[in-house]
């Protein structure tokens, strides 16, 4: 009887934990989730650099530590400006003078932002 009576309470026992399920709550990182840090200088002047030429421009005069970039395109001239800010970042202002394109500044600023992979 004594034996009957353990493998009785084992299966009884083994029973109670298969229908025991414990659930561990799963851990999500939302998809619009990004990490961000500071934009490095050379590689941005570099995007400037190559989103003037992605748009045609000649480029004339590019002086890194003074990061300014000028370039010519259908007797227009256009200017990149690169600074850096307080917080590590680097300001970017593309602007052009006599330019018969309109859209020239927008494209070349979706070139840069391509370039930098926004």
């Known amino acids: 009887m004594t034996r009957a009576a353990l493998l009785l309470i084992a299966c009884a026992g083994s029973l109670c934990c298969a229908g025991c399920t414990y659930y561990v709550p799963a851990t999500t990182v939302p998809v619009t989730q990004t990490v961000t840090q500071p934009a490095n200088f050379d590689r941005s002047f570099n995007a400037a650099l190559g989103a003037m030429q992605?748009?045609?421009?000649?480029?004339?005069?590019?002086?890194?530590?003074?990061?300014?970039?000028?370039?010519?395109?259908?007797?227009?001239?256009?200017?990149?400006n690169l600074s850096r800010q307080a917080d590590g970042s680097v300001r970017v202002a593309f602007s052009a003078t006599d330019a018969r394109d309109p859209d020239l500044i927008d494209?070349?600023?979706?070139?840069?932002?391509?370039?930098?992979?926004?």
């Open 107 to 118: 494209r070349i600023t979706r070139s840069y932002n391509a370039r930098m992979g926004r």
């Open 54 to 80: 992605d748009q045609g421009i000649t480029i004339q005069r590019s002086d890194a530590s003074g990061g300014v970039i000028v370039g010519t395109r259908d007797n227009g001239t256009v200017t990149a």
